[in-house]
Nanobody, 119 residues
């Protein structure tokens, strides 16, 4: 199973930008879909963006046109570039990976990185 480590969260004013990164390590032979979710206390975890191994992407409607997900498989790392941030984007951002080791697949989660957007 892959172990995931996020970096890059922080505090930013509305309209600003941040980039968060996630790097996978551990026992896996390939990464399938990877992505970002976010969690706000008292609310359900929400999918923000996912990118498959073929490069196809999917975004939650509220971030389309503002956020961009990308991946660098040579580094086992994926990124979420967040532009035009809004206070409602404030959340803990968790990275996710669907990884495989041979025929065995597993889901992995990072511990999360806080993104706070002030008005």
């Amino acid at each position: 199973q892959a172990q995931l480590a996020e970096s890059g969260g922080g505090l930013v004013q509305a309209g600003g930008s941040l980039r968060v990164s996630c790097t996978a390590s551990g026992s896996f032979s390939r990464l399938n879909a990877v992505g970002w979710y976010r969690q706000v206390p008292g609310k359900q975890r929400e999918m923000v963006a996912v990118i498959k191994s073929d490069g196809s992407t999917n975004y939650v409607h509220s971030v389309k046109g503002r956020f961009t997900i990308s991946r660098d498989d040579s580094k086992n790392t994926w990124y979420l570039q967040m532009n035009s941030l809004r206070p409602e984007d404030t959340a803990v951002y968790l990275c996710y990976a669907d990884s495989a080791y041979g025929l065995r697949r597993s889901d992995s989660w990072g511990r999360g990185t806080q993104v706070t957007v002030t008005s």
